[in-house]
């Protein structure tokens, strides 16, 4: 059993089902539902193999074109009779997240990118794809947003997967509970309006709408 590649296209299909859902609030079509559920999928990983200067595995292994297929379909489906899609979009994408934090900086480390740049990578894997997705929507990138949290849950995930690699104490149970760690952070920081400090300690932070 290929662990990596499975948590990869676990993640792949998070973030997939968070493109489609997010397309199918917006009132795209089909098509751009599945464009979307691509590019929020698939984007994060595709800059990361860039990077480490490899063939993208989306590009390389078809089972990748399988998660955003899929939850393009079953959100066709079932998106008449969800109730708070956005609820539903914050916890696929912060699955999604907690996955590709810990496979991007994986990977980098197997490519034998020192710690620090592991977990550059890492983070990027993460939060490029939810970054591709928003911006392609005309929504304000939740990485960008004062009111929210979202590259620290990522960063953490990805400093706490080298840390452990570099002990040699990684394996499913200790990437389980990074995952678990990374998901609950970005959710409880979600429903509790958590945030980072702004750029500029003179400006006043804005409220919700």
């Known amino acids: 059993m290929n662990a990596p590649l499975i948590l990869d296209l676990f993640g792949v299909f998070f973030f997939a089902m968070s493109g489609s859902l997010l397309a199918a609030r917006k009132g795209f079509d089909l098509v751009g539902s599945l464009l979307l559920a691509s590019l929020a999928s698939l984007g994060g990983g595709v800059v990361r193999d860039l990077i480490i200067d490899t063939q993208p595995a989306a590009f390389s292994n078809p089972a990748y074109l399988i998660p955003p297929a899929l939850a393009t379909i079953l959100v066709y489906f079932l998106f008449s009779g969800v109730e708070k899609v956005s609820k539903l979009l914050v916890l696929f994408d912060a699955g999604g997240l907690a996955l590709f934090c810990i496979v991007g900086t994986l990977k980098a ?10 977990v550059l990578l890492g983070v990027t894997t993460a939060v490029g794809g939810g970054l ?12 960008f947003d ?3 949290i979202y590259a620290i849950p990522a ?8 840390l452990l690699v570099w002990a040699e104490w ?6 389980i509970v990074v995952a678990v760690v990374v998901f609950a952070l970005r959710v409880l920081a979600w429903r509790h309006g958590w945030h980072a ?11 919700a709408p």
């Open 132 to 143: 591709l997705r928003d911006v392609v929507a005309n929504e304000i990138p939740q990485l």
């Open 155 to 162: 960063f953490l995930g990805a400093v706490l997967t080298a």
């Open 170 to 175: 990684f394996n499913v149970v200790t990437g």
């Open 109 to 118: 480390m197997d490519f034998g990118l020192n710690p620090v740049a592991a």
């Open 146 to 148: 004062p009111r929210d």
């Open 197 to 207: 400090p702004l750029a500029s300690a003179g400006r006043r932070r804005r409220e």
